[in-house]
């Protein structure tokens, strides 16, 4: 089984437990670049989910509580959440986040789409998380994940969405990004 397929197994697995708490989430990562190549060297998985009424890691604490298939393990000094599924050997860990935080506000029909049946950050959304992590970290997986959304997808991208400083610092220690960002400009007309 490629990682990939590994890493979508989980996603799908979290994401029936978290539709059945009804419980807004979407996945990101450099999965979905390997998605949308056939590449079975997926890496990384991130889940975004919306608080509601409570903050989204107690959300996912009850909503996982009790399901043999999953762990959490939460470090209040980083402020992060992790879930493993342990269906798979290696076990595959997903890491939690806010809503807001580290993705749009609401997830909905505007800010996610399907792949395989499970939802995951649009294009836009998932550029605009690439680009503020890889403005924190500087990691050269992020930067390669914003060049392939970039300049692949450049004609379906919300450049509303893309914050155009960062793109702007970006494309300059990335130039294989500077015909498609200039490109997306031209198409907004700025």
Not at 107 to 128: A, C, H, Q, W
Not at 173 to 180: D, G, K, N, P, T
Request: proline letters at 5%.
């Amino acid at each position: 089984m490629s990682d990939t397929n590994r890493l979508l197994e989980a996603a799908k697995a979290l994401s029936v437990v978290l539709q059945s708490h009804s419980i807004p989430h979407a996945f990101h990562g450099s999965v979905i670049t390997s998605l949308l190549t056939n590449s079975p060297r997926g890496d990384e998985l991130f889940c975004v989910v919306e608080g509601g009424s409570s903050h989204p890691f107690r959300r996912v604490r009850e909503a996982v509580r009790g399901n043999d298939s999953f762990t959490t393990t939460h470090s209040p000094w980083s402020n992060r959440l992790h879930v493993t599924y342990r269906r798979l050997i290696p076990a595959i860990e997903i890491e939690i986040l806010p809503a807001g935080e580290h993705g749009p506000r609401r997830l909905d029909n505007y800010t996610t789409m399907k792949l395989y049946g499970i939802p995951f950050l649009t294009l836009s959304e998932f550029v605009r998380a690439k680009l503020k992590s890889w403005a924190i970290r500087g990691s050269e997986r992020d930067a390669h994940d914003i060049v392939f959304a970039l300049c692949q997808y450049w004609n379906r991208l919300d450049i509303n969405r893309v914050p155009e400083h960062d793109m702007n610092q970006f494309v300059t220690c990335h130039r294989a990004a500077a015909l498609s960002w200039a490109a997306l400009k031209r198409k907004y007309g700025m």
